[in-house]
């Protein structure tokens, strides 16, 4: 007996020994599953050792961005808002260490600050004019003024004018004061006072710690409740955001859409199945085998990979939708011999036999698709080719050892056993095989114009860059659609006056800092009104300029002050000793400045002086991806004079570095799936004919998808281009099952290979088409395009094996060697 038989005699007569193998292998694999993380950072799927990758954990590993939570007080009265402000910024202040690291519920510190050094942030032109205005002022009004050039009327014009110069510059400076001052109650208040906002800034690394984050969520959230903000007056309204909030309910997000794609697609697909088969044990034979495949598959994923990202968060419904498919071709084979009257050992084998070729080429046409993303660098491609291989790699596997026992097993239990009396008929193939038994020419012909016109719109569709460059338009909306705290958090913004996202650039050294700034500057004038960098800036430059001249300046107004004082009026007295420079006044060190304002250049150690940030151009959009990749071209590497090189990052060059790897990787994927699907064919045919039938069959699902996607106005992304390759693989799946059935079965007509192997094809789409459209409820835009291009190329690949196809194969037929007279009749 061959090693088939003996394979196959085994799974027969030992059916519970494989079952409980099964459970063996199932149990730990779903308990490593539930153990996978979810990382939602886009960086998570650049590869690590890429340099906006390496640059970005150096930098975050020294630079603490620490997430806040906004605190938003709405109401009628902006007293009654500030005092619950400055109230709950004590009471959070107090909660226990490594919660806050600290509140932000005003600006009074910083202008404090300001008010006792304002001479020292004025102009040296400006001290210049106050110098001279008062020496003016107070020379006219003295006797060495002796008046031998001036008449009185001039005299007194002249002190007028001294005068009114030292008030004009009062005036200036007051105006330019209130100009920065954006806040002049000293509060975050806005909206005519009917909005305020305070901040709470987590501790250690609390924004990467989902649930520490909501723990601190909740925690702010009873202690801004135990406040009362009612009780300071009626129309008090508090709502909590910021990026800490928003983070988590992404997140809740995300895990809630993936919990619901599932369910969807296993509540659909279990119901196609007993649409198919009309049998009860189908459910369980196929349900049974399908958990072992995912379950092992994600048991894997969690050994190698150890956490899902955005692209291979959903891959559980779309493992489930293709894994399910060699089971299926399985399944309806047995069933068929069954029908045919076969004892169930011997229907065992024949579908076993018959179907692990075809199958198995399909595994592997799949299995190529998904390898050729593990060619690619780009994380996001990677890591759902090695899921998505060894998925179908597995499911295949279980289709071939579970299946059959749990078929043995179920026709061993008399309530899965029974059968029915009635005439098996296959509702979803039907319509196929009557268009290929009525009207194969015309289907022969649409074949060939649909073709033609996809290969045309297809080129056109590439060449007219078919790369969606707004990430904006990529990321969860929901949230954003629907949360008020979201709505609060733009409005708070608005207030508050923040801008892009700016990027950290962390020197090795401080004396780097000037090289670099100096660098930066040198782009940015030569590049003009089209620079992307906006401005460059260092800790040091938030001291006053000059101070060793403006302080002289200083001391000698308030000498002449100080000598000149009874001579002035009473007004300009009073209006000398006001603006008198202190004596106190000194040279300001950045250890002088406030918290608030060297925060976004201290290190989480304390250090000071190797940050430089730079702030984005105005008109730069944060969120495109064609503006990123100049930013990120403008700043991610710079040359020193000196000869070293310095490197930063931040989200504009991650988002630049994935359109880069996407760009590059996406048409190597394609590429490397073509030529190994086209060698695959080669190898399982081994017939001329054979092997271009199933090549024009996949070459004609694929451009027909893509025109269609060109004609739809679709675009492709990070994610969606995952299709492409997946897709080949699908279309030689289907072409493959469907030719290896006529080559298994010359004499078979083809409207009835559609009627039996084109049935179970067809259930294979459709289960694959809900688990590509079971993200079509996802929130993110990415994957909600993933889910509709992929559902595309499964409909246009399922319509040429199943129509097309055996449409050609039924005009070609009599022309070989017709099985009767009326075989070559029809």
Request: hydrophobic share 45%.
């Amino acid at each position: 007996m061959s090693f088939a038989g003996t394979y196959i005699r085994f799974l027969c007569r030992r059916p519970g020994l494989i079952f409980a193998a099964a459970v063996a292998l199932l149990v730990p694999s779903l308990w490593l599953a539930a153990k996978l993380e979810l990382k939602t950072d886009f960086k998570d799927l650049l590869p690590k050792r890429r340099r906006s990758v390496t640059e970005l954990e150096r930098i975050s590993k020294h630079v603490g961005g620490n997430s806040s939570l906004v605190i938003a007080v709405e109401g009628d009265d902006l007293a009654a808002m500030e005092r619950y402000a400055d109230d709950l910024a004590a009471r959070l202040r107090a909660l226990p260490p490594g919660l806050i690291d600290h509140v932000d519920e005003s600006v009074r510190a910083e202008r404090a600050f300001f008010e006792r050094n304002r001479w020292l942030y004025a102009s040296v032109q400006d001290l210049e004019k106050v110098r001279d205005a008062i020496e003016k002022r107070v020379i006219a009004e003295t006797p060495f003024d002796l008046g031998l050039e001036e008449d009185d009327q001039a005299h007194a014009s002249g002190t007028r004018a001294a005068s009114d110069d030292l008030k004009a510059l009062k005036r200036k400076l007051e105006a330019k004061a209130a100009q920065l001052d954006k806040f002049p109650g000293g509060y975050y208040a806005g909206e005519n006072g009917h909005l305020l906002a305070l901040f709470a800034y987590a501790a250690g690394n609390v924004g990467t710690d989902f649930d520490a984050a909501q723990r601190l969520l909740d925690r702010v959230r009873a202690e801004a409740e135990a406040q009362g903000p009612r009780s300071y007056h009626p129309s008090l309204r508090v709502t909590l955001t910021g990026d800490l909030l928003t983070g988590i309910e992404e997140y809740k997000a995300v895990k809630g859409d993936i919990f619901l794609a599932s369910s969807i697609c296993i509540s659909l697909v279990l119901l196609v199945i007993v649409l198919f088969y009309g049998r009860l044990r189908s459910l369980t034979i196929l349900g049974v085998t399908l958990t072992v495949g995912v379950g092992v598959t994600f048991g894997f994923a969690r050994l190698t990979i150890g956490y899902l990202n955005t692209s291979t968060a959903f891959l559980g419904s779309i493992v489930a939708g293709n894994g399910i498919n060699f089971a299926i071709v399985m399944l309806a084979r047995y069933f068929e011999e069954r029908r045919r009257g076969r004892a169930i050992e011997d229907a065992v084998d024949l579908a076993v036999r018959r179907t692990a070729p075809a199958t198995g080429g399909a595994a592997l046409a799949a299995g190529i698709a998904y390898g050729s993303l593990m060619l690619t660098d780009f994380r996001g491609f990677n890591q759902f080719g090695v899921i998505g291989g060894f998925g179908m790699l597995i499911c295949w596997i279980a289709a071939y050892t579970v299946g059959p026992a749990m078929i043995v097993l179920c026709e061993r239990i008399p309530l899965l056993a029974g059968r029915s009396e009635r005439p098996w008929r296959n509702l979803f193939s039907q319509p196929f095989a009557a268009a290929v038994r009525r009207a194969p020419r015309a289907l022969l012909l649409a074949a060939g114009l649909l073709s033609a016109l996809g290969v045309v719109l297809t080129v056109r569709f590439l060449a007219r860059d078919p790369f969606e460059y707004d990430f904006g338009k990529l990321r969860n909306n929901q949230v954003r659609r629907t949360s008020y705290a979201f709505e609060v958090s733009k409005r708070v913004s608005r207030i508050r006056g923040e801008g892009g996202d700016g990027l950290v650039l962390l020197a090795e050294r401080p004396d780097q800092v000037p090289l670099i700034k100096g660098e930066l500057e040198r782009r940015r004038r030569a590049a003009g009104a089209a620079s992307p960098i906006g401005s460059v800036t260092a800790v040091e430059e938030l001291l006053p300029e000059r101070q060793g001249e403006k302080l002289a300046l200083l001391a000698h107004i308030r000498s002449i002050i100080d000598k000149s004082r009874d001579a002035l009026d009473d007004e300009d007295r009073k209006l000398a000793l006001d603006e008198r420079p202190p004596e106190t006044l000194r040279a300001l060190t950045v250890a002088d400045l406030p918290r608030k304002l060297t925060e976004p250049f201290t290190e989480k150690d304390g250090r000071k002086g190797r940050i430089v940030f730079i702030q984005p151009a105005k008109w730069l959009n944060s969120w495109g991806g064609h503006d990123l990749i100049q930013l990120a071209r403008a700043v991610e590497e710079l040359r020193l004079d000196d000869g070293e090189t310095v490197y930063t990052s931040g989200q504009a060059v991650v988002f630049a570095d994935m359109l880069r790897s996407v760009l590059a990787d996406g048409p190597r994927a394609v590429a490397c799936s073509l030529l190994g699907v086209l060698m695959l064919i080669l190898a399982l045919m081994r017939r001329v004919r054979a092997s271009l039938l199933t090549l024009a069959t996949l070459l004609c699902g694929t451009s027909v998808m893509l025109g269609l996607a060109s004609v739809l106005g679709w675009r492709l992304n990070f994610l969606n281009f995952v299709a492409i390759p997946i897709t080949l693989g699908v279309g030689a799946d289907y072409a493959i099952n469907m030719v290896r059935r006529h080559l298994d079965e010359p004499d078979l007509p083809p409207d009835q290979v559609v009627a039996t192997t084109g049935g179970a094809v067809t259930l294979c789409s459709m289960t694959t088409i809900i688990g590509y459209s079971s993200l079509l409820i996802a929130d993110n835009s990415a994957l909600v395009s993933f889910g509709m291009l992929a559902a595309l190329g499964e409909v246009t690949c399922l319509t040429t094996a199943v129509a097309f196809l055996p449409a050609l194969v039924r005009l070609l037929r009599p022309r070989r060697a017709p099985a009767s007279a009326a075989d070559a009749a029809a």
